[in-house]
Antibody
Framework: EVQLVESGGGLVQPGGSLKLSCAAS????????MHWVRQASGKGLEWVGR??????????AYATSLEGRFTVSRDDSKNTAYLQMNSLKTDDTAVYYC?????????????WGRGTLVTVSS | DIVLTQSPDSLAVSLGERATINCKSS????????????LAWYQHKPGQPPKLLIY???TRESGVPDRFSGSGSGTDFTLTISSLQAEDVAVYYC?????????FGPGTKVDIK
């Protein structure tokens, strides 16, 4: 059974940092690109960023609106992906989902975690 | 960035009737080299992660009921629910994976009339 389990969410002050983790199991993690998608309360889905596999040089890409504040990384030895979020703003408050396609170049998302809530507030 | 728009914003359909959602891309999301359309559809219910319904614009994900179908090419796409069931109440999103950033449409809320 495929599982993606996010952790690391919580309350953080504006300007602060937070690092989310996504532990994967049940599929070939090292062969899959990993993505993050978020949803603010009452809003739609927003793609955040992705990291490809070692074969594709761990290439990353991000939503334009993030202005370089977020970084996606991965540790294939731990089957875990990460989302480092810096200079957080109140607008970053959202549920953050870890998601994956079925192979490295697949950017439609068949696997989803249940999400972790990030609240940016003073 | 490729911008996706969806219409309508919401719709209410009687049980057993057809629901049609449109998704329009700001530029073509197909590649002439392979004729594939890089568009997916998701169903999202409150408290759950989104669920993949359709990819390559018209390929139904395994386990998805055949009342869900996708069509279209280039810049104009459609998700059709042929006979709406109570469990289909949700928000539906289109998503392009032609090129990063991989954007979603704003969503269409489907309810029972």
């Amino acid at each position: 059974e495929v599982q993606l389990v996010e952790s690391g969410g919580g309350l953080v002050q504006p300007g602060g940092s937070l690092k989310l983790s996504c532990a994967a199991s049940g599929f070939t993690f090292s062969g899959s690109a990993m993505h993050w998608v978020r949803q603010a309360s009452g809003k739609g889905l927003e793609w955040v960023g992705r990291i490809r596999t070692k074969t594709n040089n761990y290439a990353t890409a991000y939503a334009t609106s993030l202005e370089g504040r977020f970084t996606v990384s991965r540790d294939d030895s731990k089957n875990t992906a990460y989302l480092q979020m810096n200079s957080l703003k109140t607008d970053d408050t959202a549920v953050y989902y870890c998601t994956s396609g079925y192979y490295d170049s697949s950017a439609y998302f068949g696997y989803w975690g249940r999400g972790t809530l990030v609240t940016v507030s003073s | 960035d490729i911008v996706l728009t969806q219409s309508p914003d919401s719709l209410a359909v009687s049980l057993g009737e057809r629901a049609t959602i449109n998704c329009k891309s700001s530029q073509s999301i197909s590649y002439s080299s392979n004729n594939n359309n890089y568009l997916a559809w998701y169903q999202h219910k409150p408290g759950q992660p989104p669920k993949l319904l359709i990819y390559w614009a018209s390929t139904r994900e395994s386990g998805v009921p055949d009342r869900f179908s996708g069509s279209g090419s280039g810049t104009d796409f459609t998700l059709t629910i042929s006979s709406l069931q109570a469990e289909d109440v949700a928000v539906y999103y289109c998503q392009q994976y032609h090129s990063p950033p991989f954007t979603f449409g704003p969503g269409t809320k489907v309810d029972i009339k």
